[in-house]
């Protein structure tokens, strides 16, 4: 079974500095993708990035990008410049490609505080 | 474009009653799915809709959560009779296409269940 693994319960960042929060994952499948949500009070789970397998180039959006190392099952999430509205709970999420049921594996989370 | 859409917000019941939970996926999203996030931790996937019929439902306790989405569009998930343990937050998300695994899934802002 694949399982998903964060291992910060809670990080801290000061207002336009950088955090990386990390993730690793267990599974025998070589074809897949890692997500990483957000999830801010208001409970709705957002997409941050997504990251496939196969692809050795890192993914970035904006000021969030990820260091991906497929043979460590690391997936970890970089923010720059954090900002106020960066605080919230992150999820590293799992996902398996092929065909059948493509349900999301989640990790436990990180909650991210942004100090002014 | 309106988003995924759950109600009720909140919902609190005595042990051994039962309780419903509506969604409404985003107009035209084939994949609909039901996540129980219970506290401190990561959603878990319940089941998962592929237009009206079932992909995936392995994870859900049978012997008390049922859910239907009749037509293809709205689902309900029922609890009958309630735990104390089904104290949760139950999400619900779509995604477009058929349940193709780099399909993005958009959550709406769940259910939190207080079973007393």
């Known amino acids: 079974a694949q399982t998903v693994t964060q291992s910060q319960p809670e990080m801290s960042v000061q207002e336009a500095e950088t955090v990386t929060l990390s993730c690793t994952y267990d599974t025998s499948e070589s074809d897949y993708y890692l997500f990483w949500y957000k999830q801010p009070p208001s409970r709705q789970m957002i997409l941050v990035i997504r990251q496939e397998a196969y692809k050795q180039q890192n993914a970035t959006e904006n000021r969030f990008s990820v260091n991906f190392q497929k043979a460590a099952k690391s997936f970890s999430l970089k923010i720059s410049d954090s900002q106020l509205g960066d605080a919230a709970m992150y999820f590293c999420?799992?996902?398996?490609?092929?065909?059948?049921?493509?349900?999301?594996?989640f990790g436990k989370g990180t909650k991210l505080s942004v100090i002014p | 474009e309106a988003g995924v859409a759950q109600s009720p917000r909140y919902k609190i019941i005595e042990k051994r009653q039962s309780v419903a939970f509506w969604c409404n996926p985003i107009s035209g999203h084939a994949t609909l799915y039901w996540y129980q996030q219970i506290l401190g931790q990561g959603p878990k996937l319940l089941i998962q809709f592929q237009n009206n019929g079932v992909v995936d439902d392995s994870q859900l306790p049978k012997d008390r959560f049922s859910a239907e989405r009749l037509k293809g569009v709205d689902s309900t998930l029922k609890i009958q009779p309630a735990k104390l343990e089904d104290s949760a937050v139950y999400l619900c998300?779509?995604?477009?296409?058929?349940?193709?695994?780099?399909?993005?899934?958009?959550f709406g802002p769940g259910t939190r269940l207080t079973v007393l």
């Open positions: 998300a779509s995604s477009l296409k058929r349940a193709w695994a780099t399909d993005t899934q958009y």
């Open positions: 999420a799992y996902k398996v490609s092929g065909a059948g049921s493509y349900q999301l594996t």
